[in-house]
């Protein structure tokens, strides 16, 4: 069908390597791109090009950074410093924060453990959280991810390499319909998940 139309046709198959653009969309972007006034085009990419170039991540939670300041959570001076939730992608963590009932730190794992997909441990930052509850002498890690069955072994992981370690891991309440993701939940549920958070 877009044979005849190599330059679209490469557009599109661009645009299928995005993750979460569901494929009945495609097109409809495509058609917006297309049709977007040739200023508001440039602009956009340009936006897009700076956001590549200036936000990083954080070398200690790593959620996002501008390269030329700290960290909103880690360089806060009201947050607990001791306790870190553990979420999967910065999502999560705006879901959490629209709650305003956690006052805590961080940490992005950058995803789950998943074989399928061929994500083990080391490709998460994993390890660097082992690291952070020894050197910064964490109290509580709250397990927040997902509950879905990768979520769930990638917290059985991460709570193995955890025991024997002094300090309290928790996991949200169960309020938390399983096979769900934070980011989609209403505020007040994911509010009463941490408040209520159990033991893990």
């Known amino acids: 069908m877009l044979k005849d139309l190599p330059s679209l046709e490469q557009l599109i198959k661009v645009l299928q ?12 972007v495509g058609s917006y791109f ?9 602009h956009f990419c340009e936006i897009l090009l700076e956001a590549k170039s200036k936000v990083i991540p954080c070398a200690r939670c790593y959620t996002w950074r501008e390269t030329d300041r700290d960290c909103t959570f880690c360089s806060s001076i009201k947050r607990d410093q001791k306790t870190v939730c553990v979420i999967e992608s910065w999502q999560e963590l705006i879901a959490i924060e629209k709650t305003g009932g956690y006052q ?16 083990g441990p080391d490709d998460l930052t994993i390890q660097a959280l082992i690291e952070r509850v020894d050197k910064e002498g964490i109290k ?7 509950q879905t069955p990768e979520g769930e072994a990638t917290m059985a992981y991460i709570g193995r390499k955890l025991r024997g370690k ?3 891991v928790s996991c949200l309440a169960r309020g938390i319909p399983v096979g ?19 033991p893990f």
């Open 34 to 42: 297309l049709q977007l006034d040739q200023a508001k085009l440039e």
């Open 180 to 198: 769900s993701h934070l980011e989609s939940i209403d505020r007040l549920t994911v509010y009463k998940a941490l408040s209520e958070r159990r």
């Open 17 to 28: 390597q995005v993750p979460y653009l569901a494929s009945k969309n495609i097109y409809r």
């Open 104 to 119: 805590g730190l961080y940490h992005v794992l950058g995803g789950v453990i998943c074989p399928l997909d061929g994500i």
């Open 140 to 146: 509580e890690i709250i397990l927040a991810m997902n």
């Open 166 to 168: 002094e300090l309290v």
